[in-house]
C-alpha cells in the first residue's frame, strides 16, 4: 500500500512538470495483476504524458522450460501482454524493453515489432570489449538494434562502463560537431553511445519508395469508393505514375494481341479493344503502345462513368491525335448498350483486396459487349489474408469508440506489424465469367497454423493483399510473396478484429470471410470461429460496404 | 445459397404472422460459422420474434473422443456456445434441446440450466414402454425433466408413437376436464403427454419462502446506499420481518451478556449495549428480550442517523415503555461523541456482499466509543465469491448498452445460473480492529478449479456472498454451503464480466478482486487474469461505488 502511494505521487510530479513520458519499473514475479490495476487507475487520470512499462527482454527456451518447478513459463512478451489486456490495450501504456546480454530465440524477437515498444535500454553488460579496447555488440544483438532503427525505437545506454575501456573515445567524437562540449565528451558511457550511432551510420539507406511511403506507414486511410464516388484529378494523377503496372499491361496487351492475331493477318484484322473505366487515359495509351510494338491494328473504345475525368480523355486524344483510333464513351460500363462487340476488354478495379472495389460486378456488367471468345484483361484476381500483430493500428480503430471503426477495413501501409503465419487465398474471380449462376457471394474458412517456435502472439486482424493474372503469364500483385516489384498503386488492407485473439503456440485459428450482396451494395463480414469464436462482424454491412 | 434465401423467406413469413418463436433446425457437422452468419444477419432485422436453435442434447465421453480421427469432441453445448458467441450473446436467440434416448454424463447437464433453454423436445424414441404398455422415461429422464420444469422449460413431446400403445388413454383423461374434446383425448401422442403431465404433478411443492421468491428470480437490482441515503418505511417493514435473522442475534447477545456479567453479578452489574444503526428498533427489542432471558440488566444507547427512522424509534419506545432503558440518539455513529462507553456494539450493518454497505467504515468510527474489552456483534465477516454460467443476467446487464452497467454490482435472486466451482473467501473483517494501520483496502486473488468433467463452461460473472460470525459460535450467513435456513433478507449479488470468459475442463480461472478506499467512496475492481485477461472492471470506481 505504501508502494502504491508514491507510485502515485511520483506520477502525479512528473505530470506536473509536463514531462512526455515516464519508465515504469519491471512487473516482478508470475502476477502482474496488483501492480496493472494500480497503473490501470493512473493511466485513466492521466492527461498527456505516457507510461513506459520497462520489460527484460525474455524468453527461455521451450526445452528449459519443462522443469515442473515453473508453471509459468518466463516468456515476458506474456508479462506484457497480461499487463496491457488488464490495462485494456490502453494507449498511453507503451514498453521500454531491457536488453540484456543474451537475447531470446530469434523468432519470439519479431512479436515486438508489432507492439508499441518506444525505448530499448541497453545495459553495458550486453556489450562485448573489441581488440582495440572498445565497447561493441554481438551480430545477434546488432540484428536487434537494426531492428529497433528500423521502427524508430530509441536507444538508451545504461549501466556502469566496463573498467579498462577508453573514455570518451576522441577518435570517434571528432566526427561530430560536439568538440567544445568536453563534458558530454568526457561521458563515462559516451563509447557506447559512439558505436551505438556508428551502427545508425552502417545503416543501407531506405529505397526510394519506401522513403515516398514513409509518411504513411500505419496511417489508417478509408478505401476508395469509385464506383459511387468519381475520383480526383489529383487521385488519378498519382495513381497514372506508377510506370510498372502499365508495363505490366501492356505486356499483357501485347500478349493477347499476339494470340488473337497471327502475324501474317496484323496488317488486315483489327482488333476491338475497350477499356472499361479509362479514367484519364493510361489504360488506352499502354493498349496503342502494345499495338505499336506488335504491329496490330487496333480501334480502341474508352468508356468511363466519371464526366470529368471525360473531359481530361478528349484533349488527351485531341493532343496525341489518337482521333481515328480512340472512341471515348461517356457512360457506365454496366449499362452501355454498345454498338458491336470487343476482342479484348481492359480495366484496372482493383483494390488492395482484389474484388473490394466491386471490379467483378462491373466486369459482369461490361461481359455483354465481350465476344463469346473474347478476352479479359485481367483474366482473374485473388484475394488473400494473413492474421498480424499491430497494436498501433489497432489502437488507432479503438481511439475512434465505435462499432463501425471496429467493422471497418483500411487501406494502410503495414509497417509496425508482425505477419503471423503466411497469406491464404481467399476469393477467386475471373473472367469472363461463364458459370450461369454467376453469383458473386463467397464464403471462405481460413486455417493458420501459428508457429509453435514463436510464443503466443496476439492477432489484432489481419493484413489482406490480392494477386492478379492479366494475362497468361503476366502477373501484378501485392501479396508479400509475389508482389511486383516497384509498383506503388496499393497498400496493403487491414480487417480488424474487435477483441483481440491470443492464439498459443502450435494451435490453428480458424477465420471466416464472407463477401455479401446485396441489392445496392457489397461488403464482407469475417470472424475468427476458433480457438474463441469472436462476433460475426460487420453484419448485413451495417458498417462498411462499397456501394453498387 | 439456395437454403440460406429460402431460410431468409420462411422466418419472414413468420415474423409477418406474428409468430413468438421459430424453431431453427440444428447446426450440422463441427463448424456452424456460416449458419452462424446468416441466423445473426436475420436477428439483427428481427422485431420481437425470437429464434429457437435446436441442439441435441449430446456430450460424448472424454474416453470415447480419444479416437484420433475426431479432432472435435462431440459436445453440444459446445457448438451452442460457439454459435452464440458468433451471433455476440443475441438475446433474442434461445435453445430448443433435442431429448435423445440416451443423456450425457449427469455432471455435464448443469451447464444448461444457465442457458436461455426454452424448450425441450422428448423424441419418442427416449420414452420406455411400463408393463402395463404405457409410455415412462428412464430415471435420468425424469431427473432431467425435473429440472426442465424448475427451470420454466418447455416440454414438447415429437415423434411417432411406438406401435401397440394404447391410444388415448381415458383412465388419465378422466382427470382433466377436456373429456368432451375427442380429437385431443385421441391425438396418437397424448399418452406421452399425460405421463409428462403426471411427473409434473408429482413435483414436490415449492417452501414457502421459494414461492415469495419467485418474482425475484433473476431480476437485478441494484444494491442499496444504505449510508448515503436514507431508506424508507417499506425497506424496513421488509427487513424486520426476518425472524430468523433476529433470533441468531438475540442468541448471540444473549452469550455476550453471559460471558460479559457472571451469574451471580446479574442483578447488580448494568451492560451498557449500544444499537448503531438501530434502525426502527428490531436489533433494540432483541437486545431487550436477550437481557430478560439471561436476567442481565442493559442500558441501550440505540443510535441512528435517519431522522425519519428517529420517529418510528420514538414512539416504539414510548409505546413499550422502554424509556428507562433505551437513550435515542439521532446522530450518525461516525460522529457521535458519546458520553460513555460501550461493553457490547451491536449491528446489522452488512450487505450480500458482507462489507459492501460499509460496515466496516462505520464500525472503526463507531470503535472509539466502545471499551477496550468490549464485544462487537458481529465480530467478523468474510465475502465469498463463485464463478457462474448466467446468461439470462449477462443479457440484462448487456442490454443497457453502456459500461456502467457491466460494472456495477447487482443484488439478485439466482436460479437461473449454473455455479461452475465451490465459492472461496474473499475479504474478511474483524471488529474490534486493533490494528494500528488499520487500511480497509484489500486485495484477493483466486483460483477456482474447474471439474473436468463438465465439459468447457461458460463465465458470465461471479456470484458473491458473506458469511458472518455474530458472537463466538453464533452464525449468519448466505454462502450457499453454510447458509442460515430461512431468512430471506438478502439475496446473492452478481458481479458481471465485461467479456464472458470460456473456461476448459480442468483448467484454473485465475481471478481478482479489490476493494478500494477514498476519500468519499469505497469500490469494487475486479478482473479474470487466466486464462485470459480482462481488463480491470470499475477502475478508479468509475461506475460503481458506496458513498461515505
Redesign the interface.
Known sequence: ?DSEITLKQEIAWASHLSLQACLLPAPKGT?C??Y??CV??IL??LNNMKLWLRIPLLKTDDNDSMDVNSIHPVDSWELW??FR????HHSQLSIALDILSSIPPANSLGRWFGESVRAAIMDTDSFLTNARGYPCLSKRHQNLVAGFFNHSIQIVVSGKPVNGLPKGSTDLAADHNDRNFDAVQRHPLRPYLDYIGYLYQKMDPLPEQERFELGYRDFLQSPLQPLMDNLEAQTYETFEKDAVKYIQYQRAICKALQDRVPEEKASTLTIVLMVVGAGRGPLVRASLQAAEETGRKLKIYAVEKNPNAIVTLHSLVKLEGWEDTVTIISSDMRHWDASEKADILVSELLGSFGDNELSPECLDGAQRFLKDDGISIPSSYTSFVQPVTASKLYNDVKSHKDLVHFETAYVVKLHNVVRLAASQPVFTFTHPNKSSKG?N?R?K?LRFEIPSDTGSAMVHGFAGYFDATLYKDVYLGIEPSTATPNMFSWFAIFFPLR?PV?VHPGSAL?V?F?RCCGPTKVWY?W?V?SP?????HN??G?SYWVGL
Do not use: D, V
Open positions: 500500500m502476477s495483476a496488483n496493472a490495476r490501470n487507475q485513466l487520470g501482454n497480461s489486456m488488464l490495462c485494456e453469383s457471394q464464403h474458412k477483441t491470443i480458424e471466416h464472407w463480414e470472424c470461429a474463441c469464436p469472436s462476433p460475426i453484419s448485413n451495417r
